[in-house]
């Protein structure tokens, strides 16, 4: 399993949300030092999310993206306000590894799929939910609304053929360091075709340690990757540890 170390930006800051609230942040401070410190503790990649994009596809803090991607050794992913094709070849030419698509991916499927067509083990798909019962509501436009669907339609629905990976984040579990949603990834892997990589609520390594020996029952896939941000800032464990945890 890879190790994906997150930075959120908004306003050209490095920053955490909780549970996907933007009126409940905590600014981190320079992204590009701390994609730095990330890089030096050894991280396997990059997760990039542009907050701002994500709410209002403005694309405000791309030059920063950027910025990261051409000092960055290890690949890099980036989400948030990725509207178009030309979204995507921007940042393929700017040498992203992956780009991220999520309100796309449930407002304009089609176009997702040509994205996914065109650009084939580049495109991730960003299913971020909230948990209602056995439904999910997967949110979309920076989390500010919603659709529901079960996980199974949910990925039939919303994820096109040639797609890199699902990034599957449990919006409830985000920013709080509580722990993984665990049975939402093994619905996952139940149901998925591609890799999928787990985001939201690693707050220990014993955390990233549960999803690394996770695996479906029926088929024994595994969780591909595990993206952590706040449990790196708030100083829970670090890189290297994180990592290592992975194996």
């Known amino acids: ?8 930006l908004r306003g050209g800051q490095a920053v955490r949300l909780l549970q996907g609230d933007y009126a409940k942040e905590t600014e981190y401070g320079d992204p590009i030092a701390l994609a730095q410190e990330f890089i030096d503790g050894g991280t396997s990649w990059l997760h990039l999310v542009d907050l701002d994009g994500a709410r209002d596809s403005s694309g405000a803090n791309r030059s920063i993206i950027k910025e990261i991607i051409s000092m960055s050794p290890v690949p890099v992913e980036v989400g948030g306000g990725i509207r178009s094709l030309s979204d995507v070849e ?13 309100t796309q991916a449930v407002e304009a499927p089609d176009l997702v799929a040509e994205m996914a067509r065109q650009y084939p083990g580049v495109i991730g798909i960003g299913l971020d939910y909230r948990r209602h019962g056995n439904v999910l509501r997967i949110a979309v436009r920076g989390w500010l609304e919603d659709l529901e669907l079960t996980m199974e339609a949910a990925f039939e629905r919303l994820v096109p053929p040639h ?21 939402g990834l093994t619905e996952a892997l139940a149901v998925s075709s591609v890799p999928v990589v787990a985001s939201a609520g690693i707050g220990s390594l014993s955390d ?15 969780v591909a990757g595990v993206v952590v941000g706040k449990a790196l800032v708030e100083g829970k464990f670090t890189v290297g540890d994180g990592v290592a945890a992975c194996k």
């Open 90 to 102: 921007e940042l393929v030419e700017a040498s992203a590894a992956r780009v991220i698509v999520g």
């Open 208 to 222: 990233v340690q549960a999803v690394a020996s996770l695996h479906h029952r029926d088929n024994q896939r595994r």
């Open 163 to 183: 797609a890199a990976a699902v990034i599957l984040t449990a919006i409830d579990r985000d920013g709080t360091l509580e722990g993984p949603d665990l049975e």
């Open 1 to 8: 399993m890879e190790f994906y170390a997150a930075i959120d």
